[in-house]
């Protein structure tokens, strides 16, 4: 985490003065924002907000002091055995093969983070926003499902 001074596009300030900060995170979705380096050239460099970071952290990897909620974009992942999502998922949950990820926005590419809920951590959505079978599998995403601490 960077958290030198942004000196950058409107963008990339207006984004700084809400908390934001040049670097990679683990579990937030970024932006990519035109920034200036001390004596260098302008770059692309990716941005996100700290705040969310650490609650995201703080939620999933738990520690002293952790808990929290946050709204996040799920993903599960199950072997597609017929044309019904609903009827294969049941059949994965029973046999412990469904994966399940966060899913982030990194400067316009989406990536999944692995999750695992045996952290301590809950989950909740109240169902799919949409699902499509690709390659041999079902791929369900809920777009405001909530994962909590505490």
Same mark, same amino acid.
Not at 5 to 33: D, L, Q, T
Not at 99 to 114: A, H, K, M
């Given at each position: +985490? ?12 207006? !984004? ?43 939620? &999933? ?15 599960? !992942? ?16 029973? +046999?412990?093969? &469904?994966?399940?990820?966060? =899913?982030?926005?990194?400067?316009? &590419? ?28 079902? =791929? ?6 909530? &994962?909590?601490?505490?």
């Amino acid at each position: +985490m960077n958290r030198e001074k942004i000196r950058g596009s409107g963008n990339a300030e207006a !984004r700084a003065a809400e908390g934001w900060v040049v670097g990679s995170p683990r579990y937030s979705s970024s932006e990519p924002h035109h920034v200036r380096h001390d004596g260098g050239g302008w770059t692309y460099e990716e941005m996100y907000s700290l705040a969310r970071e650490e609650l995201l952290m703080s939620i &999933i990897e738990g520690g002293a002091g952790a808990g929290g909620e946050a709204e996040i974009w799920l993903r599960e !992942r199950f072997p597609r055995k017929s044309a019904d999502a609903a009827r294969d998922y049941a059949e994965a949950e029973s +046999m412990g093969t &469904i994966r399940t990820y966060l =899913v982030r926005n990194l400067s316009g &590419i989406y990536d999944e983070v692995p999750l695992s809920p045996t952290t301590g951590f809950d989950i909740f959505s109240d169902g799919w926003d949409e699902s499509q079978a690709i390659r041999g599998e079902w =791929v369900c995403d809920s777009y405001s499902a909530t &994962i909590s601490r505490g």
